[in-house]
């Protein structure tokens, strides 16, 4: 067995219903949920959208990282997503509203980079909304591939954002 972690946010309609109702699939199509962590506001990143719910668990799975992402993906359609997010002619991400999005963004032992799969989710130093929500579970220990913490990963882009703010 190995150790995932997924992530699901949704701002549509029935919030915290969709993000309950996909840990519910997760544990019955990915596999036994370990921990979650606790379920957190946060505005849309990358466009202009109603706010976010979001979610991390930790889940034990039997699955191969692909398989993850299959079941992923069917948990999105089965909870009514139906656009995914592309890129424009530009190469520029274009992002959606979404009933849920379920996201592999770790999986034990594994680094892929392919058009299908990137691991570990290259945009979690990113993403502020993801990286409160991974301290909440992890705290200062560090998962490899990274060479260091989600906390200290959280503390640089806050630091990010003041000196950027300020200048």
């Known amino acids: 067995m190995k150790r995932v972690v997924l992530s699901l946010g949704s701002n549509m309609l029935e919030r915290r219903k969709y993000i309950e109702d996909a840990a519910f699939w997760v544990n019955l199509n990915v596999g036994h949920i370990l921990r979650k ?93 993801v990286l409160v929500l991974l301290v909440e579970l992890f705290g200062n220990q560090i998962l490899e591939p990274f060479d260091c913490s989600f906390q200290t990963m959280l503390a640089a882009l806050t630091e990010k954002k003041f000196i950027n703010h300020e200048i």
Not at 58 to 63: G, K, N, R
Not at 78 to 83: D, F
Request: net charge negative; glycine share 6%; no cysteine.
């Open 37 to 129: 962590s606790s379920i957190r506001e946060s505005e849309a990143w990358g466009f202009d959208a109603e706010p976010f719910l979001n979610q991390v668990l930790e889940v034990e799975t039997d699955l191969s990282p692909e398989q993850v992402l299959e079941a992923a993906q069917q948990i999105e359609r089965r909870l009514g997503r139906t656009e995914k997010s592309g890129r424009d002619t530009d190469g520029n991400p274009i992002y959606h509203s979404r009933t849920i999005d379920v996201d592999l963004l770790w999986y034990e032992g594994q680094q892929r980079h392919s058009d299908q799969l990137t691991l570990p989710h290259p945009l979690i130093p990113a993403r502020e909304f």
